[in-house]
């Protein structure tokens, strides 16, 4: 009997299977906000932090950051999706990126995109205060369950982006 529950032990470990499983650590934080033209209220506003050859991109639909104060209660939150209102992006390049790629008219030839990931779902949470100018607005994002899947249908999980940063607007 116990030889028996020992072989159907063996035969349980050797015959489960993770698939593919791939857990990927998206670390952001020591990079900054970056943004190719003045962020503004009333335009789209495509966001970017870089990580040596990868970066995350934000883009934020027009109208979505307001020059007035949100109540600590009830911050703007958009709904993140591949078709919008906003979208995540994560790409991985073939070498190290620079801030020219995103913002030069004509992109350089290299580095090129090895893969692109979108965010399935999600959300962005938008709060905003007054600066200490007392002129200009802070707003500060934060990301949301945000759900990344590859072509092959994997997720990477263990996100570390909560907090995107902060962008100021003025009036």
Sequence with gaps: MRQFLFF???C???SCDDGDLQIETLDFDNSSIDVCATVAVNTENILFKINDDEALILTLPANILKNEITPED???TSNVTESGPSKITYRI???KVSKNYFCDDIPPISPTVIDEIPAKNGSVIIT???AEDEVSFEHTIQ???ITLETSSGSRITDLSINDFGVVTTKP
């Design 12 to 14: 349980l470990f050797v």
């Design 74 to 76: 009830t911050p703007i």
């Design 93 to 95: 390049f073939s070498d």
């Design 143 to 145: 990301l949301d369950n």
């Design 128 to 130: 905003t205060v007054l």
């Design 8 to 10: 159907c032990l063996i």
